[in-house]
């Protein structure tokens, strides 16, 4: 699944052409381009996609928002690194008949 995570901007650095975050998320911090949201600010919070921030909302919404993905257990799961996501599927019960196809056998 991916979501759209809220997270708060704590650094905004130039790289290249693109206007690059240090975004927290409850603790967990992600670079993000914020090319798409100019008028984003150190300290503001805005809705991140796949490592893009997407809209700018307030802070009582997006802590809300972070309160519950953490109580669904998604938060950690959405922010994982690549590493994190394979070892996590590595370690999830297989399945002998992952497409479902058997399930009624």
């Given at each position: 699944?991916?979501?759209?995570?809220?997270?708060?901007?704590?650094?905004?650095?130039?790289?290249?052409?693109?206007?690059?975050?240090?975004?927290?998320?409850?603790?967990?911090?992600?670079?993000?381009?914020?090319?798409?949201?100019?008028?984003?600010?150190?300290?503001d919070?805005?809705?991140?996609?796949?490592?893009?921030?997407?809209?700018?909302?307030?802070q009582?919404?997006?802590?809300?928002?972070?309160?519950?993905?953490?109580?669904?257990?998604?938060?950690?799961?959405?922010?994982?690194?690549?590493?994190?996501?394979?070892?996590?599927?590595a370690?999830?019960?297989?399945?002998?008949?992952?497409?479902?196809?058997?399930?009624?056998?």
């Open positions: 699944m991916c979501l759209a995570i809220p997270g708060k901007v704590e650094e905004i650095l130039i790289e290249g052409d693109l206007r690059i975050g240090r975004v927290n998320f409850g603790g967990i911090i992600k670079r993000v381009c914020l090319d798409y949201v100019p008028e984003v600010e150190v300290g919070y805005t809705i991140v996609h796949v490592g893009f921030a997407l809209s700018k909302i307030d009582e919404t997006a802590e809300k928002t972070l309160a519950v993905f953490r109580q669904m257990g998604m938060l950690e799961e959405e922010l994982a690194t690549e590493e994190e996501a394979f070892a996590r599927a370690l999830a019960p297989q399945s002998s008949c992952p497409d479902g196809s058997c399930g009624g056998r």
